[in-house]
């Protein structure tokens, strides 16, 4: 069963920072795209950041700066670093990974951490 086990949400004052953790497991196969998408209350699912297999990176643009992905393909984990938080950034933070599991290329959802920023 392919899974994605997110880490590290909680409650931080603005201005502070958090580190977020997601790993995979029971992917049998090539795991492509890795990421971090959040969603606020009432709203759709927005991309935070993703990394590629190969370390290429991508922000929104209202996290550039403040946020960094990380990725280590030797343990199938990801990272997002988040520094000046704001109250605004509070949501809760999904893990995704796009993977090719032959014959088919799969997405895979964590199940999500939740990020309460106070001011």
């Known amino acids: 069963q392919e899974q994605l086990l997110e880490s590290g949400g909680g409650l931080v004052q603005a201005g502070g920072s958090l580190r977020l953790s997601c790993a995979a497991s029971?992917?049998?196969?090539?795991?492509?795209?890795m990421g971090w998408y959040r969603q606020f209350a009432g709203k759709q699912r927005e991309l935070v950041a993703v990394v590629t297999s190969g370390g290429t990176t991508n922000y929104a643009d209202h996290v550039k700066g403040r946020f960094t992905i990380s990725r280590d393909n030797a343990k199938n984990t990801i990272y997002l670093e988040m520094n000046s938080l704001r109250p605004e950034d509070t949501a809760v933070y999904y893990c995704?990974?796009?993977?090719?599991?032959?014959?088919?290329?799969?997405?895979?959802w964590g199940q999500g951490t939740l990020v309460t920023v106070s001011s």
């Open positions: 995704n990974a796009h993977a090719y599991v032959f014959p088919r290329y799969i997405e895979v």
């Open positions: 029971g992917i049998i196969g090539t795991i492509n795209t």
